[in-house]
């Protein structure tokens, strides 16, 4: 049985890349999705799609930078589908890259309220939600980024640092109460976020082929794996699919 089998997952960033992947494959697994996206004519096509295909989905506009939207994109979950069982933290964008000192602080500022204060945000809307049902999961999309530092990319660095430790204390302080909080580096992903990180020509990232960034499907095998009872091994920490044991444990082929 599907670990996700009608249990109800809210995505954010889910109007393309790996959210929208997300949902696709959750859905296909007896998952009941809420996608949530600031662009609401790409959300509600695609879960009309999902519902086309005899998936249940339902599309809800978000900007996760506001907490009033996150918590009312909770709010709507437990209202449709009877509260949150997981919560996939995906939103995040890196543009626009650049050396600290030519950044622009207001730009670089929304970059941290994306990437961190929205999965903050997203954790605070959920968590009580889970708490009543007494168990829940929540997969943060994290990065290599988080603990390492890269040219041109301070704001995306940080924030993924942040969601790493955010993750680490949201586990030690519900991990008894039934949650399990789950960091998700992917490596790097064939999504709109690499066109923009190849034109920006700063670090040895932007250099690399096209040919090695995994399918966003990938991602959403691996969120897949997550949810299940071996999930838990992975509280607190990040689990990545950068290493063949990862891989192997998805059923994802191994890297060359």
Known sequence: ???????????????RGIGEATARHLAGQGARVVLAARTERDIARIAEEIVETGGEARAFPCDVCDYGQVADLVAFAAERFGGVDVLVNNAGIIE????????????????????????????RAA??????KGRGTVINISSGAA????????????????????TRCADKEYRDRGINVIGLSPGTVATDMQVAIKASGI??????DPAV?????????AILYLCGPEGVAFAGQ?????TNEG???VGLPEMA
């Not at 670990?3 to 109800?8: D, F, R």
């Not at 603990?147 to 955010?166: F, I």
């Not at 960034?213 to 095998?221: D, G, K, L, N, S």
């Not at 990040?238 to 950068?242: A, H, I, N, Q, Y």
């Open 96 to 123: 626009p890259i650049a050396h600290l000192a030519d950044s622009d602080p207001e730009t670089w500022s929304r970059v941290v309220d994306v990437n961190y204060k929205g999965v903050y945000y997203g954790l």
């Open 247 to 249: 891989r192997r444990r």
């Open 238 to 242: 990040d689990f990545s699919l950068k």
């Open 213 to 221: 960034h995994i399918p966003a499907e990938w991602v959403a095998r």
């Open 203 to 208: 670090n040895p990232v932007s250099q690399l």
């Open 147 to 166: 603990t390492g530092a890269l040219e041109g990319w301070s704001h995306y660095c940080s924030t993924k640092a942040a969601v790493l430790s955010l």
């Open 127 to 132: 968590i009580p939600q889970m708490i009543a």
């Open 1 to 15: 049985m599907s670990p996700v089998e009608s249990k109800t997952v809210v995505i954010t960033g889910a109007s």
